[in-house]
C-alpha cells in the first residue's frame, strides 16, 4: 500500500505570508496527487488535481508542485478565509485513494 | 451543480450492519467516466477511503475493509450505497459519498454515524 506522509501536521502562520505543505509518497506516484481544503463542518474541496492543475474558481494564489514522490501544495499570499485542513490525495489507475493525514492551518 | 445526499441512520448498534444511501442529482451515476465513492473521516481526524462503484457498475474496495463493505447502486433512482457489516466503536466517523473522477469533485455534506449500544 502507498502511504501518503503530510508535513507539517500544524502550521500557524500571518496573513500575507507565504505557505508551504509538503506530502510525501512511499513510493514513486508519477503526478497522480490531489490537494483538498477543508473547513470546520464541511465536505472537502479539492484546490489542485494531477500535481499541479488548478480546479476551477480555485484562487491563483493556491499552487502545487512535484511528481514521482516530492509534492508540495503553496499559498503565496494567505488570508483569513484559507484557515483550514488541508489534504493531499494520491489515486492509482483502479482509483483507489490514499489520503495524508492532514495539515491544519491557523493564523498568527 | 451535481449535488450529493447521504442518508441513513445516525446510530447503529455494534455488530450490526450500516446502511446508507446517496442520492445523486444534476449527474448520471451511470454517466461514462464517473465514479463514486465512500469516505469515512474520524472525529477531528484523517480522511479514509472505502470503496467506489464505477459508472460501469464494477466495484473496488480499500483492502482493509473489504471483507466487510458492499456497494451497490439503482440506476433508477441515481442513488448508490454502503453496506458497512460486524459495526464495531472503532467504525463511529462521519461517512461522505463523492464523485467524479481521478479527484473527487463533489461532495455530500457527510452523515455522522455513531456505533453503540
Known amino acids: 500500500d502507498i502511504q501518503m506522509t503530510q508535513s507539517p501536521s500544524s502550521l500557524s502562520a500571518s496573513v500575507g505570508d507565504r505557505v508551504t505543505i509538503t506530502c510525501q509518497a512511499s513510493q514513486d506516484i508519477s503526478n497522480y496527487l490531489n490537494w483538498y481544503q477543508q473547513k470546520p463542518g464541511k465536505a472537502p474541496k479539492v484546490l489542485i488535481y494531477d500535481g499541479s492543475n488548478l480546479e476551477t474558481g480555485v484562487p491563483l494564489r493556491f499552487s502545487g508542485s512535484g511528481s514521482g514522490t516530492h509534492f508540495t501544495l503553496t499559498i503565496t499570499s494567505l488570508q483569513p478565509e484559507d484557515i483550514a485542513t488541508y489534504y493531499c490525495?494520491?489515486?492509482?489507475?483502479?482509483?483507489?485513494?490514499?489520503f495524508g493525514q492532514g495539515t491544519r492551518l491557523e493564523i498568527k | 451543480q451535481v449535488r450529493l445526499q447521504e442518508s441513513g441512520p445516525g446510530l447503529v448498534r455494534p455488530s450490526q450492519t450500516l446502511s446508507l444511501i446517496c442520492s445523486v442529482s444534476?449527474?448520471?451515476?451511470?454517466?461514462?467516466?464517473?465514479?463514486w465513492s465512500w469516505i469515512r473521516q474520524y472525529p477531528g481526524k484523517g480522511l479514509e477511503w472505502i470503496g467506489c462503484?464505477?459508472?460501469?457498475?464494477?466495484?473496488h474496495y480499500n483492502p482493509s475493509l473489504k471483507s466487510r463493505v458492499t456497494i451497490s447502486r439503482d440506476t433508477s433512482e441515481n442513488q448508490f450505497s454502503l453496506r458497512l457489516n460486524s459495526m464495531t466503536a472503532a467504525d463511529t466517523a462521519v461517512y461522505f459519498c463523492?464523485?467524479?473522477?481521478?479527484?473527487?469533485?463533489?461532495w455530500g455534506q457527510g452523515s455522522l454515524v455513531t456505533v453503540s449500544s
Open positions: 462503484i464505477y459508472y460501469s457498475g464494477r466495484t
Open positions: 463523492a464523485g467524479s473522477g481521478s479527484y473527487l469533485s463533489y
Open positions: 490525495q494520491q489515486y492509482d489507475d483502479l482509483l483507489s485513494y490514499t
Open positions: 444534476r449527474a448520471s451515476i451511470d454517466n461514462g467516466g464517473s465514479y
